[in-house]
């Protein structure tokens, strides 16, 4: 009697859980959102590529991730390569919001095993941008022509 046995295929739960910061903000200021990509295991997930292409009312400052390489703009691809069963990689993107209103952002992560919940593969982040401080200052001052040795005030 021969018993064989067949090898499974590796399985694996990448899961992408989205923040940003601040929110709400103000247009021209400086949006954070951060990005972990975890795998849940149980095996090792390799090829783990995370994309996310940035709202079109920002402009694009940075990204960066713990582990592999970042590139692109206004579509972000980073490589993360593989991650260990638990293992966290954190994708930090910067952009600055041009306009007031909502701003949707959605990153998805790609691995090459088979997925046991696709479901939690991407994240989206809905971010309010409220218009910018409009802040203006008017110095006049208390005498006008001033002679020499007096005093005055600005107010």
Do not use: H, W
């Amino acid at each position: 009697m021969v018993f064989t046995q067949q090898a499974r295929a590796a399985l694996v739960d990448v899961f992408v859980n989205q923040s940003d910061s601040p929110d709400p903000i103000a247009a021209g200021g400086l949006l954070t959102y951060t990005i972990a990509v975890t795998n849940n295991g149980p095996d090792d997930a390799t090829g783990v590529v995370l994309t996310d292409t940035i709202p079109a009312s920002t402009s694009f400052v940075s990204a960066i991730s713990t582990k592999g390489t970042c590139s692109g703009n206004p579509a972000i691809t980073c490589t993360i390569g593989a991650l260990a069963n638990g293992e966290t990689a954190t994708v930090t993107i910067r952009v600055i919001p041009n306009t007031i209103g909502t701003i949707t952002n959605t990153a998805t992560a790609t691995r090459n095993e088979p997925d046991s919940n696709a479901t939690n593969n991407s994240d989206t982040d809905i971010t309010t941008v409220q218009a910018g401080t409009d802040l203006s200052v008017t110095k006049t001052d208390s005498a006008d022509p001033v002679s020499q040795g007096d005093n005055f005030n600005y107010v």
